[in-house]
């Protein structure tokens, strides 16, 4: 059975940061493209991050580049995600999500999801 098991996230102040994981179990973990989204109140839920099955290559949203920095360790069937500088427009629920080998960068190419987590960033 696979299972993403996602914690971090909370309350923080607008220019903070606050660091999500995700652990991954039941799956081929290095096999895997791992994919950060989010979801705001009455939006859809949009690709923030995603990372390559070896973490060689990276990709960001151009409204998280720069403060935002998604890392994986394949040993630990870990995917992290570091963001600094937020904004309350980062506010939302953010889940991880994995993909057998090729990126998911729309909701429907992904195979496996976390719960979620709630981000709230206070102006």
């Known amino acids: 059975q696979v299972q993403l098991v996602q914690s971090g996230g909370g309350l923080v102040q607008a220019g903070g940061s606050l660091k999500l994981s995700c652990a991954a179990s039941?799956?081929?973990?290095?096999?895997?493209?791992m994919t950060w989204f989010r979801q705001a109140p009455g939006k859809e839920r949009e690709m923030v991050a995603s990372?390559?099955?070896?973490?060689?290559?990276?990709w960001y949203a151009d409204s998280v580049k720069g403060r935002f920095t998604i890392s994986r360790d394949n040993a630990k069937n870990t995917v992290f995600f570091e963001m600094n500088s937020l904004k309350p427009e980062d506010a939302a629920v953010y889940y991880c999500?994995?993909?057998?080998?090729?990126?998911?960068?729309?909701?429907?190419?992904?195979?496996?999801w976390g719960q979620g987590t709630q981000v709230t960033v206070s102006s």
């Open positions: 990372i390559a099955v070896s973490g060689g290559r990276t």
């Open positions: 039941g799956l081929a973990f290095s096999d895997y493209s």
């Open positions: 999500a994995v993909r057998w080998t090729y990126v998911c960068t729309t909701t429907r190419d992904c195979d496996y």
